[in-house]
């Protein structure tokens, strides 16, 4: 069983960024897709940006432009580097993982974005 662990999260000031670590507990099969979910409050989970184990990256609307995702597979860990912070930035970011056989869910970071 992988178990994926975040880390980075935290309160900033808007327009100000952060970067979000996510380890994971072994190697994966691949191939495979990692991510990064969120949930704001009273808000339905969000998908924020995929990328394959090949690199390739997809990104959801709302941060096109301003958020990165990348990965290290040698370290098994992922990462999302989020500039130009919003105050609607703000939620639980969780990451994800899944390969052909099982889905995984980290527990979550807390990102709040207020001045």
């Known amino acids: 069983q992988v178990q994926l662990v975040e880390s980075g999260g935290g309160l900033v000031q808007p327009g100000g960024s952060l970067r979000l670590s996510c380890a994971a507990s072994?190697?994966?099969?691949?191939?495979?897709?990692m991510g990064w979910y969120r949930q704001g409050p009273g808000k339905q989970r969000e998908l924020v940006a995929l990328?394959?184990?090949?690199?390739?990256?997809y990104y959801g609307d709302s941060v096109k432009g301003r958020f990165t995702i990348s990965r290290d597979n040698a370290k098994n860990t992922l990462y999302l580097q989020m500039n130009s912070l919003r105050p609607e930035d703000t939620a639980v970011y969780l990451c994800?993982?899944?390969?052909?056989?099982?889905?995984?869910w980290g527990r979550g970071t807390q990102v709040t974005v207020s001045s």
């Open positions: 994800y993982a899944r390969t052909t056989a099982n889905n995984y």
């Open positions: 990328i394959t184990s090949e690199g390739d990256p």
């Open positions: 072994e190697t994966m099969t691949s191939p495979n897709t």
